[in-house]
């Protein structure tokens, strides 16, 4: 159990770098009719719901990790589906209706 007082400095700025990636990774996914899905797949409609369950259950997954390292709390780690659809409203397109649940590989 981690404590949930006050962060440390270079926990804040790994917070907020955690924070930009996703950010970027969600935008570069999203802005692109020719992105690719984490499994590769192109996607051909821009406006169709192509959330891509797998690469965002591996970038969180990959983000979990990583704040235990730093001995962070999952609560306070950026989710990523959460990102997803505010981007996705942000521009107009519809949400996936999935969803799923930290995951911890340890």
């Not at 965002?56 to 990583?66: E, T």
């Not at 390292?69 to 780690?77: C, F, G, K, S, Y």
């Not at 950026?78 to 521009?91: F, I, M, S, T």
Request: aromatic share 12%; proline share 5%.
């Amino acid at each position: 159990m981690f404590y949930y007082g006050r962060f440390q400095a270079s926990q804040l700025k790994w917070l907020q770098k955690q924070q930009e990636h996703v950010d970027r990774e969600i935008a570069r996914f999203e802005s692109s009719p020719s992105a690719t899905a984490g499994d590769g797949q192109r996607c051909s409609d821009p406006n169709s719901e192509h959330f891509d369950p797998h690469f965002a259950v591996k970038l969180q997954g990959l983000l979990d990790q990583m704040a235990a390292t730093q001995r962070i709390p999952l609560a306070a780690v950026p989710n990523v589906k959460a990102c997803w659809d505010a981007e996705r409203c942000r521009l107009g397109k519809v949400i996936s209706i999935y969803s799923f649940c930290h995951v911890s590989f340890f």
